[in-house]
């Protein structure tokens, strides 16, 4: 929402002094709009946010005091902080400027006002404000953590080449994209590669963690706050929607918004209008929303923890992120750049696979997706004594199967049961592998190749407790 493109707010109570300010500024390219009296300059800073507010400070209370501008002042501050504000009197005192600028006035302007000193105030402050406003954006950038390093992009299987062709089609578009796939996958990597590849690339990608905001701070993070909002808002605060104005915004997580809080989201995807917490103006943004989970929203939606609404403004386009081991084409490729970003990260130079590492490597069935592999690098890296990675290095857990194969791992017993079907096979697995790990999660997951995640939707499918 850059300055630029916002007029300047002139507030007199005589009307051809409104009529002088707006044809001068006219005439260099600065729009305007007019106030006659406080009531009209509160009424509109409560409606739009103006570059910058003009004002007399002198009413109809009186002639000479400058006590309504004073006041009009200290108004305009508790709206806004951060609006330049130029005070301007027939009856200037230096006690007046002392008193204007205690209130909150940025510069001081004497009727009559001299053409060229005018327009140099005005630019002065413009600019200062345009500088303010951009320290206040990086600094909240530098405070969210936009991403970890991608890496190099690879992606030559099968599904992935159909995943890139569907992201290239939708990427130059504004249309909102839901990124569905398991933990670890890489949503945020098709995130990044979306932004970078639509028509908002010059501008901020700003990722949110849905899962990691108190909902008690909800509002205050999404659409910001004023200062003195609630008790530790000493000073404005920019949300996460206004930082992403004309970029991207990308929800990670998004399943974990709480139910509460779904509705405020909702309206600001519909209308593109939000309220700072602890301000009545309202502020218009233009964001591209990506959203990402590894949740099934359909099944919330039917539990009635997600709203349906909320979903179909997420997915006008969906694109599913495969697991890693329906892409086991790209392991070895994938392990191969893992390898020597952390070879060069650790100084580890020289270092490869031996043929034992590359066939554990193919074996997996990596139920932790490309974070688990890159992990399984790093550690490798750090840990292996000589120039080769074996498979001990590696520290891959033998016999891993994926819960892709644990019904395939369950067909034979079916059979063997005598007619049992698949599903029933594999419930009794789970069973078996909870009671021989005394219910531990972890190790049960571990024993099944399946992640926690994956068990706990299998124990609610099969009621287990």
């Known amino acids: 929402m850059s300055r630029e493109r ?11 002094v409104l009529e002088s300010l707006r044809l001068l500024l006219k005439g260099e390219g600065i729009p305007t ?53 130029v005070a301007m009197t027939a009856w200037g005192s230096i006690d007046l400027v002392v008193q204007a600028m205690r209130a909150g006035a940025n510069d001081f302007i004497e009727k009559p006002w001299d053409n060229q ?45 159909h995943l890139l062709d569907q992201l ?18 890489g949503k945020g990597v098709i995130a990044r590669r979306l932004h970078a590849r639509s028509r908002r690339a010059a501008r901020p990608l700003v990722k949110v963690n849905m899962g990691g905001i108190p909902e008690s701070v909800f ?4 659409f910001g706050h004023v200062r003195g909002a609630f008790t530790d808002a000493k000073s404005d605060r920019i949300g996460r929607f206004e930082l992403a104005d004309g970029g991207t915004l990308f929800l990670d997580e998004i399943a974990n918004i709480p139910p509460a809080q779904q509705p405020k989201l909702l309206r600001v995807l519909e209308d593109g209008e939000l309220e700072r917490v602890g301000s009545s103006r309202t502020l218009k943004v233009d964001v591209r929303l990506i959203s990402a989970t590894n949740a099934d929203l ?59 590492a590359s066939s554990a490597l193919s074996a997996y069935a990596w139920p932790g997706n490309v974070r688990e592999l890159s992990h399984a690098i790093e550690r490798a890296v750090l840990m292996s004594a000589g120039n080769a990675i074996d498979a001990d290095a590696l520290g891959l ?13 369950a067909a034979p017993l079916a059979a063997a049961s005598g007619g049992g079907t698949i599903e029933q096979a594999e419930e009794q697995m789970v069973r078996d592998a909870l009671q021989s790990t005394g219910g531990n999660i972890q190790r049960a997951a571990a024993m099944l190749g399946l992640s926690r995640p994956a068990l706990y939707r299998r124990m609610e499918k099969y009621g287990i407790q």
Do not use: C, W
């Not at 916002?6 to 009307?15: M, S, Y």
């Not at 404000?129 to 950038?141: V, Y």
């Not at 290239?168 to 996958?185: F, K, S």
């Not at 857990?397 to 791992?409: D, E, I, P, R």
């Open 168 to 185: 290239d089609r939708v990427a130059p578009t504004d249309a909102n994209v839901l990124i569905l796939g398991e933990n670890g996958t």
């Open 397 to 409: 857990a033998a016999g891993q199967h994926s819960g892709a194969t644990l019904a395939a791992a």
């Open 219 to 222: 509002e205050a993070e999404m």
């Open 33 to 85: 709009v007019r106030a006659g009296s406080p009531a009209e300059v509160l009424d509109l800073l409560g409606k739009e946010t103006p570059a910058l507010v003009l004002m007399d400070l002198n009413y109809t209370r009186d002639t000479t005091s400058g006590q309504e501008g004073l006041e009009l002042i200290g108004a305009i501050r508790k709206l806004d902080a951060a609006i330049p504000i």
């Open 117 to 161: 000193r005018l327009l140099t105030v005005l630019r002065n402050q413009l600019a200062l404000a345009q500088s303010r406003g951009e320290t206040a954006r990086l600094k909240r950038e530098n405070e969210i953590l936009r991403g970890d390093e991608d890496g190099g992009f690879i992606a030559e299987s099968l599904p992935m080449r």
């Open 298 to 356: 359909a099944d919330d939606v039917a539990r009635g923890v997600f709203r349906k609404d909320l979903l179909f403004r997420l997915n006008t386009v969906e694109l599913r992120l495969p697991p890693l081991r329906e892409r086991s084409e790209d392991v070895p490729l994938l392990a191969e750049s893992f390898l020597e970003r952390f070879s060069r990260r650790y100084h580890r130079d020289g270092l490869r696979f031996a043929p034992s």
């Open 6 to 16: 916002l007029p300047i707010l002139i507030a007199d109570d005589q009307a051809d």
